[in-house]
């Protein structure tokens, strides 16, 4: 389903729930759709399942573009999805992980966060989400060793406009002014699907997999 019509299917189920009707009817007329993948608790219920692990660690090696050696391997769900939960939006990232590295090197925290609606402080919240990582990473009193953090955020607005920025892939890290990297273990990657989609001319040929990606999920949303 779009997000109109997944939204319109939440609307009828809660007022079937309001007036005590037939859930479960509602459901089975349905139950040949696909949800729409970018609702928070439909990309939770997929991408922090167990089950889909190798589906997740694909998806967040695309859009961190790691390759090799490089790519992720070794993660952990810190906070998966629970039968029943319902995704509520809060001040909480939809998807947090955990990598460790054998080889010695710090381990990787990667949060995951999707937004359909921009606003002039969702920057700022970008940020506290980098903070708050940040201040959970090390103990009180201890010396700060700090993990590498990958903050991932699919956003449906431009954090770029196409007049300032052809890409839609942003990797966002603390340089100078001369645009020298000051510290590496922090990157927020923003993701602009919506000009991905429509921008079709500039993107037709985009072959990485973070463009298969995106258009396999817009494929699953459209199909009915």
């Known amino acids: 389903m779009t997000r109109e019509e997944f939204a319109k299917f939440l609307k009828e189920l809660k007022t079937a729930k309001e007036n005590?009707?037939?859930i479960d009817a509602i459901?089975?007329?349905r139950e040949n759709e696909n949800v729409y993948v970018y609702n928070d608790a439909c990309f939770k219920r997929i991408f922090a399942d167990e089950r889909n692990i190798a589906l997740t660690k694909d998806l967040v090696n695309a859009c961190l573009n790691l390759v090799g050696s490089d790519r992720i391997a070794n993660v952990k769900l810190t906070n998966p999805y629970i039968p029943g939960?319902?995704?509520y939006k809060s001040g909480e990232p939809d998807l947090v992980l955990v990598n460790e590295r054998n080889d010695g090197e710090p381990c990787d925290r990667i949060s995951l966060e999707v937004q359909h609606e921009g606003s002039d402080f969702y920057?700022?919240?970008?940020?506290f989400y980098v903070a708050r990582h940040t201040g959970n990473m090390v103990a009180s009193g201890e010396v700060?060793?700090?993990k590498n953090l990958q903050l991932v955020s699919f956003q449906f607005f431009d954090a770029f406009p196409w007049s300032m920025s052809h890409n839609y892939r942003h990797t966002v890290q603390l340089r100078n002014q001369e645009h020298l990297l000051f510290f590496e273990k922090q990157t927020i990657t923003i993701?602009?699907?919506k000009k991905f989609f429509e921008q079709t001319s500039a993107f037709a040929e985009a072959?990485?997999?973070l463009a298969q990606w995106l258009r396999a999920i817009d494929t699953l949303n459209c199909e009915t």
């Open 123 to 127: 920057n700022d919240r970008l940020v």
């Open 27 to 29: 459901v089975k007329a």
């Open 144 to 146: 700060p060793k700090l």
């Open 20 to 22: 005590n009707q037939d």
């Open 85 to 87: 939960e319902l995704g």
């Open 207 to 209: 072959r990485s997999r």
């Open 191 to 193: 993701i602009e699907v």
